[in-house]
């Protein structure tokens, strides 16, 4: 067999391959095997057909066809394996010759991961911000832990912004009451602005028992962009009580016994956070800096391919939150489609890029994945999609992903990796320690993504001391079982960070009705293209 490789362009080539037609006759044993036992010839028993009457009833021509369907496409194989060519498409495939007796010759076109030249990888450096943890930040923090011990007591007056209110709703269209569209004892915080559109204004001067009707767009739903009316009815007002900032809610609110105490804890806290932080910041910056000094061209199949997927995806999620694009467009604040589909564009195509940077790397540093570093970074997405490890890897099976999942895991070593050997320096010069985010081992428990680090250390920094507050003044009985530390916080960050942006704005404007019962829908990954 012989073959030549042609290059049409940095990122796709033309494969030319010659077969011997000896080569064929493991195609020929198939084919032939297949049609015996599907033509029927007087005087043979099925299966048992000679091969030269197989080709007088069927044709020859119709025998060499599928020889070739059968054999091209293991042909096809073999020379992308020993050449080490490295496919990111489907080829384009062209029978250019049959000679019968002689040889078949056929070629194929097929995007292929570019050849890089990459920087100098040993001198990498980095510049993040300074770790500064402001009073404000201080104070905010300790705001919302006064929030949660805040008290709600029912005031006999007109309900006002930061207030919460029991609230009956019915919403009408064309005089008729929606199906789903009533809902009683509904608690609301007026003035969040989080139910829909319209309902802050007409709750604002209520007071109890009082009603108001209004006007607000349906937003899901077969009435989707129909104006509906809305009447709601305030039950009850209560107003919040915050407890007073001194000692003694320090005392109640955490472990320590004063205020100071616990804003000093409160600080360090976000001072962790904010050098996790850093580490998210540098390996951004980093991969930045490779895209800027490494020349990448990307191939555009793969980037329409990709934008067709994310395309029908995104259409997919506004159909079942019962939404349009225009809506959509409104409501997250997006400029039209064209302004849309360039975004998207510009994402596909750097995540493209950044793929193929790390998998460069990954070479010429010859960065392996063993057991461990799948067996890490399984239970790391799976805790990310609130699943087991044993469902997420029984996922990436059925959805034969596991080829692209082994090499997410070696771009992400091979870039917590690098990040170790960069030199990362703050904005004042001084060089930031990221230890908490090395590898703890050789495996990939340190490539872990430096952002779920950081969200841990946030949920950290505001819940601890109430949790360590619990733990100190409740009595002694048996805890009901709960998550590790740090899954909380992860899966918190990850739902709003990965949460569909229809369901999103859907959530947040759609009219109060009862919502149906929906699954969850798997995660795609963005490091598919």
Same mark, same amino acid.
């Given at each position: 067999?012989?073959?030549?490789?042609?290059?049409?362009?940095?990122?796709?080539?033309r494969?030319?391959?010659?077969?011997?037609?000896?080569?064929?006759?493991?195609?020929?044993?198939?084919?032939?095997?297949?049609?015996?036992?599907?033509?029927?010839?007087?005087?043979?028993?099925?299966?048992?057909?000679p091969?030269?009457?197989?080709?007088?009833?069927?044709?020859?021509?119709?025998?060499?066809?599928?020889?070739?369907?059968?054999?091209?496409?293991?042909?096809?194989?073999?020379?992308?394996?020993?050449?080490?060519?490295?496919?990111?498409?489907?080829?384009?495939?062209?029978?250019t010759?049959i000679?019968?007796?002689?040889?078949l010759?056929?070629?194929?076109?097929?995007?292929?991961?570019?050849?890089?030249?990459?920087?100098?990888?040993?001198?990498?450096?980095?510049?993040?911000?300074?770790v500064?943890?402001?009073d404000?930040?201080?104070?905010?923090?300790?705001?919302?832990?006064?929030?949660?011990?805040?008290?709600?007591?029912?005031?006999?007056?007109?309900?006002?912004?930061?207030?919460?209110?029991?609230?009956?709703?019915?919403?009408?269209?064309?005089?008729?009451?929606?199906?789903?569209?009533?809902?009683?004892?509904?608690?609301?915080?007026?003035?969040?602005?989080?139910?829909?559109?319209?309902?802050?204004?007409?709750?604002?001067?209520?007071?109890?028992?009082?009603?108001?009707?209004?006007?607000?767009?349906?937003?899901?739903?077969?009435?989707?962009?129909?104006?509906?009316?809305?009447?709601?009815?305030?039950?009850?007002?209560?107003?919040?009580?915050?407890?007073?900032?001194?000692?003694?809610?320090?005392?109640?609110?955490?472990?320590?016994?004063?205020?100071?105490?616990?804003?000093?804890?409160?600080?360090?806290?976000?001072?962790?956070?904010?050098?996790?932080?850093?580490?998210?910041?540098?390996?951004?910056?980093?991969?930045?800096?490779?895209?800027?000094?490494t020349?990448?061209?990307?191939?555009?199949?793969?980037?329409?391919?990709?934008?067709?997927w994310?395309?029908?995806?995104?259409?997919?999620?506004l159909?079942?939150?019962?939404?349009?694009?225009?809506?959509?467009?409104?409501?997250?604040?997006v400029?039209g489609?064209?302004?849309?589909?360039?975004?998207?564009?510009?994402?596909?195509?750097?995540?493209?890029?950044?793929?193929?940077?790390?998998d460069?790397?990954?070479?010429?540093?010859?960065?392996?994945?063993?057991?461990?570093?799948?067996?890490?970074?399984?239970?790391?997405?799976a805790?990310?999609?609130?699943?087991?490890?044993?469902?997420?890897a029984?996922?990436?099976?059925?959805?034969?992903g596991?080829?692209?999942?082994?090499?997410?895991?070696?771009?992400?070593?091979?870039?917590?990796?690098?990040?170790?050997?960069?030199?990362?320096?703050?904005?004042?010069?001084?060089?930031?320690d990221?230890?908490?985010?090395?590898?703890?081992?050789?495996?990939?428990?340190g490539?872990?993504?430096?952002?779920?680090?950081?969200?841990?250390?946030?949920?950290?920094? =505001?819940?601890? &001391?109430? %949790?360590? +507050?619990? *733990? !100190?003044?409740?009595?002694?009985? @048996? $805890?009901? #079982?709960k /998550?590790?530390?740090?899954?909380?916080?992860?899966?918190?960050?990850?739902?709003?960070? =990965?949460?569909? &942006?229809? %369901?999103? +704005?859907? *959530? !947040?404007?759609?009219?109060?009705? @009862? $919502?149906? #019962?929906? /699954?969850?829908?798997?995660?795609?990954?963005?490091?598919?293209a």
């Open positions: 067999m012989k073959s030549t490789i042609e290059n049409l362009g940095p990122t796709r080539v494969l030319a391959i010659e077969v011997p037609w000896g080569d064929l006759d493991h195609a020929f044993g198939v084919v032939y095997k297949e049609l015996g036992q599907q033509v029927r010839v007087p005087g043979f028993r099925p299966g048992k057909v091969n030269r009457i197989l080709d007088q009833r069927i044709g020859r021509p119709v025998v060499l066809e599928q020889v070739v369907q059968h054999a091209v496409p293991e042909i096809y194989g073999e020379v992308v394996r020993e050449n080490q060519v490295r496919v990111l498409s489907q080829p384009d495939v062209e029978v010759r000679d019968d007796g002689d040889t010759a056929f070629t194929a076109e097929v995007d292929v991961a570019p050849v890089l030249e990459l920087p100098e990888l040993d001198s990498l450096a980095v510049t993040v911000d300074d500064e943890v402001t404000d930040e201080v104070d905010s923090q300790v705001d919302v832990m006064r929030e949660r011990f805040a008290v709600l007591t029912g005031v006999d007056r007109a309900a006002a912004d930061g207030d919460f209110v029991s609230i009956d709703l019915e919403a009408k269209l064309d005089g008729e009451v929606l199906e789903d569209g009533t809902t009683s004892g509904m608690s609301y915080e007026v003035g969040t602005g989080t139910l829909m559109e319209g309902l802050d204004e007409a709750v604002r001067g209520l007071s109890a028992d009082e009603s108001a009707t209004f006007s607000t767009a349906l937003l899901s739903g077969e009435n989707a962009g129909r104006e509906a009316e809305v009447t709601v009815t305030v039950r009850s007002v209560k107003a919040k009580d915050l407890p007073e900032l001194d000692d003694d809610f320090a005392s109640t609110a955490s472990e320590f016994d004063t205020l100071a105490e616990l804003r000093d804890d409160v600080r360090a806290r976000l001072g962790r956070v904010k050098v996790m932080q850093q580490g998210s910041q540098a390996r951004d910056k980093l991969v930045e800096h490779l895209l800027e000094v020349e990448v061209p990307v191939p555009e199949n793969l980037v329409e391919r990709e934008l067709q994310r395309t029908q995806a995104m259409e997919r999620e159909q079942q939150a019962g939404m349009d694009w225009d809506s959509y467009f409104e409501m997250s604040g400029d489609r064209e302004a849309y589909d360039a975004d998207m564009r510009g994402n596909v195509e750097n995540a493209v890029r950044t793929q193929f940077v790390l460069a790397i990954a070479d010429a540093r010859e960065v392996t994945v063993d057991n461990d570093d799948l067996s890490a970074q399984i239970m790391a997405q805790q990310r999609n609130r699943m087991s490890p044993e469902q997420y029984q996922q990436l099976q059925q959805g034969n596991i080829a692209d999942f082994v090499a997410d895991v070696r771009r992400t070593k091979a870039l917590a990796q690098l990040l170790e050997q960069t030199t990362i320096t703050d904005a004042s010069g001084n060089e930031v990221l230890e908490a985010l090395r590898p703890r081992t050789e495996g990939a428990e490539s872990a993504d430096a952002d779920a680090a950081a969200d841990d250390a946030g949920d950290d920094a =505001e819940e601890k &001391p109430a %949790k360590k +507050a619990a *733990a !100190k003044k409740a009595p002694a009985k @048996k $805890a009901p #079982a /998550k590790a530390a740090g899954a909380e916080a992860s899966d918190d960050a990850d739902s709003d960070a =990965e949460e569909k &942006p229809a %369901k999103k +704005a859907a *959530a !947040k404007k759609a009219p109060a009705k @009862k $919502a149906p #019962a929906k /699954k969850a829908a798997p995660k795609a990954s963005d490091d598919e």
